[in-house]
């Protein structure tokens, strides 16, 4: 019975931790959810008359804020952006410069509203051939919150946003399943043109398994070469 309250409480706790934490960064949009079963669900999102789409894999739970749902163990946020905000005026710079800009520009946000300078880190993480992705995350402030160590994003250009996903690290768990776990939702993010498209969207395949689908069968042709 003590095992079980622990329990219950400890998952109160997180809840209450992933609605403080997601707010440092205050992008607040719709929230629509396409459940297709008990495992696979579509978040439909809606920004300045554009959708976009993530699939989910896992259990997922609305919360309180229309832009944070929490999926099994993990906590996740979706940031859309103007990417023009983040372009130097008269410089042609490459995608992976346009995200460098926004990540310090939002580092230096984060330092300012906790008063210290943040301990940070970023990678760049092809998403495609085509495509970078930059993960980034700072270390939470010393005393500010003890179950969360760190907060993690993942953000990629598409068009004329920057689109990022994002989620709180608590002590038991690792950076790298954070990591991936965002990289695996990032991967399935698809640009909807008109509503009409959503129809059957439990049927439609994701960028990531048209991609998987193409390496399976460029795989299939080596061998048959």
């Not at 410089?91 to 992976?96: F, G, V």
């Amino acid at each position: 019975m003590k095992n079980l309250l622990y329990n219950i409480n400890f998952i109160m706790k997180k809840l209450v931790a992933i609605l403080l934490l997601l707010i440092t960064i205050s992008h607040v949009y719709g929230q629509q959810l396409e459940k297709c079963d008990s495992v696979n669900s579509f978040w439909i999102i809606e920004k300045d008359k554009t959708i976009y789409t993530l699939k989910i894999t896992g259990k997922v739970t609305t919360t309180e804020r229309e832009n944070v749902i929490s999926i099994d163990d993990y906590a996740l946020q979706y940031l859309v952006v103007d990417k023009e905000k983040y372009e130097n005026k008269g410089k042609e710079e490459t995608e992976l410069e346009i995200l460098v800009n926004y990540v310090s520009s939002e580092i230096n946000y984060m330092s300012a509203q906790y008063k210290t300078t943040l301990e940070t880190q970023a990678l760049q993480a092809p998403l495609t051939s085509k495509k970078d992705v930059i993960v980034w995350w700072y270390k939470m402030p010393e005393g500010l919150n003890e179950q969360v160590s760190s907060q993690i994003f993942a953000s990629i250009i598409i068009d004329d946003k920057i689109f990022g996903v994002g989620s709180p690290q608590f002590n038991d768990q690792k950076l790298e399943d954070i990591r991936d776990f965002l990289m695996d939702i990032l991967s399935t993010l698809r640009k909807v043109d008109k509503k009409k498209d959503l129809q059957n969207i439990c049927n439609k395949k994701t960028q990531q398994e048209i991609m998987q689908e193409e390496l399976e069968e460029y795989k299939k042709k080596l061998k048959e070469d």
